[in-house]
Structures are given as structure tokens and as C-alpha cells.
């Protein structure tokens, strides 16, 4: 299977030697989850998208520094793109930006979160529809780093995970688009250093250091790639 990689962002310039970009970050966790993909990425944040939603059997929109409400120009054609997906039936994976944008084009509601800052480990529940999940676990533990979340779902999406931090912390649509607000592409060594790059000057300081008191941990883990494992069931079930 092909899988197209929808790039909304990119790691920051003084991680990005050590850890590659997002896209790379997806690569490298399917990988390590045993999954044999093929990837083309385009960098939709430069304006450089898809001939057609055919192009690729599988997508994957990533995470972003932008905020949706920006609404520029590219995220206008990625939400037409995102529709003319669903329209295919192809499957569609959406993580963090990808969650939010995906869930304003089905004219959900996504703001800036009056709890503010999630960051670190951050434990979900499942709940509701998650038929694709064939592990017998009740929740799943894997990287936070946002500010804005979903507030109001789509009529069309049902919620699979949720925490009281974040209600709609996992959507699924038809049968066909899956969507996390937090990021099972980050490592824990990445998610840290991120953390502590952005405490004080975008993060408060109370904020990190409780993000980073939860990395830190002994024992700190994360599901990423079990979660992986679920998003490539997903996607080649619907493929």
C-alpha cells in the first residue's frame, strides 16, 4: 500500500538533525510496529498537494505548529481535500492538527482549550466505537503537545477515546477516517526535549514541568507502538 503523508508541519530546526521531521516520525514508528507501507509526502504547508485524493491507497495529515483558526490558504484546500477523500472511501488518518482540521471540515467546533496547555504522557480511555482495535485493553497511554482540541464533535464522527482533559481525544467517520488529538509519532526522548525547548517561552513553566515530571518518571512509557498497530489495521481494512 501507498500512503500518502499530508505534512501540515515540521519539527522544529533545533530538534530536526536528531529526529527527523514528522513524516520521517510516522515512518520510523510503523516500522518499528513491523508495518510495510510506501510513503510519498507532500509538504502541504508549501502549498505542494496531491494531483487527487486517488493518488495515494491510504493518507495521513500530521501535527502542526499552525492553529486552524489561522485559516490560511492551504488549510482552506486541505479541508476540500480532506472531503474529497472521505468521498473515495479511502482511509484517512489524522493526528493533532490533522484531528482538528479534519473535524472543521465536518463543521465541528475546534478552539483553544479554557484548560490550556496538555503536555507530556497522557493516559486516554476507549470508549464507544473501536471495533478496530483488537487488543483486549481499556486505555492507552502515548504524547500530548497541544492547546487547542475539538469542543464540539461533527454530527458524523463517534468518539473511541477520551479523557477528562480532552472529551474527543479519538474520532472515527464512517468507516473510513481515524483521528487522535495526540501524537503516537512521538518518542519519548523527542517528546521531552520538545517539551523542555518550548517551556517558558510558548509553555508556561507550571505546564512543562508537570509534562516533563510525567516523562521523566520511572517507568515512563508510551503505546505508541501498539497504537500504530491499530492505525494500520484501520487503514488497510478500509483500504
Not at 22 to 49: G, S, T, W
Not at 139 to 160: C, D, L
Request: a negative charge; hydrophobic letters at 40%.
Amino acid at each position: 500500500m501507498k500512503i500518502g503523508i499530508l505534512a501540515t508541519g515540521i519539527t522544529p530546526d533545533e530538534l530536526l538533525g536528531q529526529h527527523g521531521s514528522y513524516a520521517d516520525m510516522f515512518v520510523q514508528l510503523f516500522n518499528q510496529a513491523d508495518v510495510c507501507f510506501e510513503y510519498e509526502i507532500f509538504e502541504v504547508r508549501d502549498d505542494h498537494f496531491p494531483a487527487s485524493a486517488e493518488q495515494c491507497d491510504g493518507w495521513i495529515i500530521t501535527g502542526s505548529k499552525f492553529n486552524v483558526d489561522e485559516n490560511r490558504g492551504w488549510m482552506q484546500q486541505l479541508k476540500e481535500l480532506i472531503l474529497e477523500i472521505d468521498g473515495t472511501g479511502k482511509p484517512l488518518v489524522g493526528i493533532c492538527f490533522g484531528h482538528q482540521i479534519i473535524a472543521e471540515a465536518f463543521k465541528g467546533k475546534v478552539e483553544a482549550f479554557d484548560g490550556g496547555w496538555g503536555v507530556g504522557l497522557h493516559s486516554y480511555q476507549l470508549s464507544g466505537e473501536n471495533s478496530f482495535i483488537k487488543n483486549d485493553v481499556g486505555s492507552f497511554t502515548i504524547s500530548a503537545m497541544h492547546r487547542y482540541q475539538v469542543t464540539e464533535k461533527p454530527v458524523n464522527a463517534r468518539v473511541f477515546a477520551e479523557s477528562d482533559f480532552c472529551k474527543y481525544a479519538g474520532l472515527v467517520y464512517g468507516n473510513n477516517i481515524l483521528t487522535f488529538q495526540a501524537h503516537p509519532e512521538f518518542n519519548l526522548s523527542y517528546e521531552t526535549e520538545l517539551v523542555a525547548l518550548r517551556k517558558g517561552e510558548v509553555i508556561p513553566d507550571d505546564t512543562a514541568d508537570i509534562g516533563l515530571a510525567s516523562l521523566r518518571q520511572e517507568g515512563a512509557a508510551t503505546d505508541s507502538v501498539q497504537v500504530a498497530g491499530w492505525m494500520a489495521d484501520f487503514i488497510r481494512q478500509q483500504a
